[in-house]
């Protein structure tokens, strides 16, 4: 569950995509059966996703167990 005060806004959506990029895993999310590519600022800001929505975060390669539990953490963590 996203806990991100404003959800992924400009800022902290810049975050999460460059927290993807820095693996080497494929990295998807799903919500409402639409899939995004995680490491695209442009479908993760097109994804608007906000706060209290339910996401799943699809990874495929070397370190995708690494990858899920950063981008997680970075979504359920509540900061202002």
């Given amino acids: 569950m ?3 005060p404003h959800g992924l806004q400009a800022r902290t959506a810049t975050e999460f995509v460059q ?9 998807k999310v799903a ?3 639409r899939l995004v590519e995680c ?6 800001m097109a994804a608007a996703i ?3 929505e339910e996401l799943t ?3 495929n390669g070397n370190d995708e167990q690494q990858a899920i539990a950063t ?3 970075f979504l359920s963590n509540n900061r202002e």
């Fill in 2 to 4: 996203v806990r991100l």
């Fill in 19 to 27: 927290k993807a990029s820095s693996f080497n895993s494929e990295i």
């Fill in 31 to 33: 919500k409402n059966g």
């Fill in 39 to 44: 490491k695209s600022i442009m479908g993760v």
């Fill in 50 to 52: 906000r706060k209290g």
């Fill in 57 to 59: 975060l699809i990874a």
């Fill in 71 to 73: 981008l997680e953490d």
